[in-house]
T-cell receptor, first 114, second 112 residues
Framework: DTEVTQTPKHLVMGMTNKKSLKCEQH?????MYWYKQKAKKPPELMFV???????INESVPSRFSPECPNSSLLNLHLHALQPEDSALYLC?????????????FGSGTRLTVV | DQQVKQNSPSLSVQEGRISILNCDYT??????FLWYKKYPAEGPTFLIS?????DKNEDGRFTVFLNKSAKHLSLHIVPSQPGDSAVYFC???????????FGQGTRLTINP
């Protein structure tokens, strides 16, 4: 299995809703990432988990809450989002400790906040 | 502060010819570089990478060139095929930093 699977593919939520994005990989990668991509912009790093521990938080607002229940799963819990949070949310994984192997990205969740 | 820049938002090339995509970076701590390809509604797909100890890496139709003194890298695709039409992102990172910085992307269109 050489894929990163993200669910759901599309999500529309209101500003008072609570929702979660899910990401799963079975490649034995011990580093997992959340990126956010706005239209016509590059992906921007949000969080990095290494060996199931949060190692990087790029000053992301607390309305985004990541969770890594085990080495194969990564969640992003969403609460009280704003319309400007609408974007493509990408999960990625890699071998821990070095990036020269390249990330494997999922297809993303297209999030719309109304 | 945009540390990785792709100054051409789009590029159009005829099928069979060479496509050259360019990328510039400012952070001298970057020591490895990657190219990703992205189709609409899909995540980026890793294409090819290069470490700063090399100046060229080749994989089939794809070759990446690195000029450290100019802080410039380029991706050559030859011959270009219609299936190469996509957005190409350049990315850079430092060993062990666990963080990639992406350029803005270049939309490549291969015309028949």
């Amino acid at each position: 299995d050489t894929e990163v699977t993200q669910t759901p593919k599309h999500l529309v939520m209101g500003m008072t809703n609570k929702k979660s994005l899910k990401c799963e990989q079975h490649m034995g990668h011990r580093a997992m990432y959340w990126y956010k991509q706005k239209a016509k912009k590059p992906p921007e790093l949000m969080f990095v988990y290494s060996y199931e521990k949060l190692s990087i938080n790029e000053s992301v607002p607390s309305r985004f809450s990541p969770e890594c229940p085990n080495s194969s799963l990564l969640n992003l819990h969403l609460h009280a989002l704003q319309p400007e949070d609408s974007a493509l949310y990408l999960c990625a994984s890699s071998q821990a400790g070095g990036n020269n192997y390249g990330y494997t990205f999922g297809s993303g969740t297209r999030l719309t906040v109304v | 502060d945009q540390q990785v820049k792709q100054n051409s938002p789009s590029l159009s090339v005829q099928e069979g010819r060479i496509s050259i995509l360019n990328c510039d970076y400012t952070n001298s701590m970057f020591d490895y570089f990657l190219w990703y390809k992205k189709y609409p509604a899909e995540g980026p797909t890793f294409l090819i990478s290069i470490s700063s100890i090399k100046d060229k890496n080749e994989d089939g139709r794809f070759t990446v060139f690195l000029n450290k003194s100019a802080k410039h890298l380029s991706l050559h695709i030859v011959p270009s095929q219609p299936g190469d039409s996509a957005v190409y992102f350049c990315a850079a990172g430092a060993q062990g930093a666990q963080k990639l910085v992406f350029g803005q992307g270049t939309r490549l269109t291969i015309n028949p």
